[in-house]
């Protein structure tokens, strides 16, 4: 089966002083299933800049796994790494990556095998992978539970490098909860020298309204700088897309940094 996904952005960026258009991502997928056997090939197209004068896309391999789902999960190849479904469980990349990606801390997807176990109310599931396959060449041991709407998740790191600072490992918690109309997430991962956090807030105000709430902040004890960001959206869904009017603050110290001001758009 083929599918697409796409994120697009109408905006002005404060900072700039300049409106944008930006096609942010497009996702292509296929997969093939048959008889608890999926393979998965995604490529992801994103555009370089907001510049409609120098309109250019890159193009990169996303998924491409194998994966046996009877009776036990094992999935190998170029994969989502377990911190992903954070994204899924608060339902809005489209709007930011999640704290790892919105700092460039770590890559959302990794070379490895990865093994899962689901009763239907209970899942666990670890991954063996090599990060930054292309780079530092680390390996990474991870793992995850969840409870029907819920999960709670503890990830170990060790050797990668953040950035241009190099760190000796990473300690990674996440925690989603889901009490209808609301979803709350938390994630806080230390990094030496860095910490941070991150807060989501999904309510469902209507039957086709979102109240979205995000806040995340990092602080580097090396340099006594900190970094926040914040964004305050209502989403707008419909059937396969979501419109999305969103303000997006970022935070250097306790001054703002920039404002993005967008509607963004979101199709299936």
Known sequence: ??????????GYD???????ALMERVYFTHDLAKKGLRVRARIEASQNAHDAS???????IKDAYLQIDSPVLLRFGYQPALFGFYDSFWGYRVLYKDVLGAFNLASTRDLGLSV???SGIFALRGMLSE????????YMVSGSASLEKSFFSVYGYSGLKFGKIPASGLGLLMIGLKFEPVKISFAGFYANPRVGVSLTSVFRAAQRIDLVLRADGIYDAQSRSSKGLGILAVSFLGKGYKVIPNFVGKFSGNKLSDAVFRISFEWK
């Open 1 to 10: 089966m083929f599918s697409t996904l796409m994120f697009f952005h109408l």
């Open 14 to 20: 404060a900072r700039s002083s300049s409106p944008f």
């Open 54 to 60: 120098k309109i250019s896309f890159s193009f990169k």
């Open 116 to 118: 899962g176990y689901s």
């Open 131 to 138: 990060a930054y396959i292309f780079g530092d060449g680390v």
